[in-house]
């Protein structure tokens, strides 16, 4: 059965610092990995989703990565602002033959500091 | 505007009452899916369907039920069966199963459901 673990839990910084959230899977068997966000009480918003053929993706300050065979992808944010405050979530496809489920991590909640 | 509607966006249940969350979504979207979220935890799924008139259990659907009748609306129905059904419910479509490895979910805005 599929596992995502994301490290760390919770995360604070200063506003304009560089960071890097984490996330990894048990089962390398995967059609995609798919980061969101989440605001407080709010549904969930895609950020960033990486097929299985690809290495990385970005857009504007955010950056993914995939390393598949070793069950890993990290969410790089550069210059972080107060408005990229949110539970980051990482969610994997997998490949099962009957239908495609997301299998979710717990998130890490982020606070960006004025 | 396209998207993926839920009502009631707060519900609250008595105990041993039945209640139906709604989700409607015009994204013309074949596959749609219900997670439950509890406080510091990730989603669960607890049903999905990938076409009308068809869907499958996912990972808690016990005390639960759904329909799908038609493709633009999925309703999760909490029946008294579900022991502890407090949490925040959230529902998403995604193209299907024909765009899998580039197939995104889209979420509603979600139902935070109370049990008094």
């Known amino acids: 059965k599929q596992e995502v673990t994301q490290i760390p839990a919770a995360l604070s910084v200063p506003e304009g610092e560089n960071l890097v959230l984490n996330c990894s899977f048990t089962?390398?068997?995967?059609?995609?990995l798919q980061w969101f966000r989440q605001d407080p009480g709010k549904g969930l918003t895609s950020l960033l989703l990486?097929?299985?053929?690809?290495r990385e993706q970005t857009s504007g300050r955010l950056n993914a990565s995939l390393d598949k065979s070793s069950g890993r992808s990290t969410l790089y944010i550069a210059a972080s602002q107060p408005g990229d405050s949110a539970t980051y979530l990482c969610?994997?496809?997998?490949?099962?033959?009957?239908?495609?489920?997301?299998?979710f991590g717990e998130g890490t909640q982020l606070t960006v500091n004025p | 505007d396209g998207g993926i509607t839920q009502s009631p966006k707060y519900l609250f249940r008595k105990e041993g009452q039945n209640v139906t969350l709604s989700c409607e979504q015009n994204?013309?979207?074949?596959?749609m899916y219900w997670y439950r979220q509890d406080p510091g935890q990730g989603l669960r799924l607890i049903y999905y369907?990938?076409?009308?008139?068809?869907?499958q259990k996912g990972d808690i659907a016990e005390g639960y039920s759904v329909s799908r009748e038609k493709k633009e609306s999925f309703p999760l129905t909490v029946t008294s069966a579900q022991k502890n059904p407090t949490a925040f419910y959230l529902c998403?479509?995604?193209?299907?199963?024909?765009?899998?490895?580039?197939?995104?979910?889209?979420f509603g805005p979600g139902t935070r459901l109370t049990v008094l």
């Open positions: 969610a994997v496809r997998g490949a099962e033959t009957s239908g495609s489920r997301l299998t």
């Open positions: 998403a479509s995604s193209i299907g199963l024909g765009e899998r490895r580039r197939d995104t979910q889209y």
């Open positions: 089962d390398s068997a995967i059609y995609n």
């Open positions: 369907s990938q076409i009308v008139n068809d869907f």
């Open positions: 994204l013309n979207h074949d596959a």
């Open positions: 990486i097929q299985s053929s690809q």
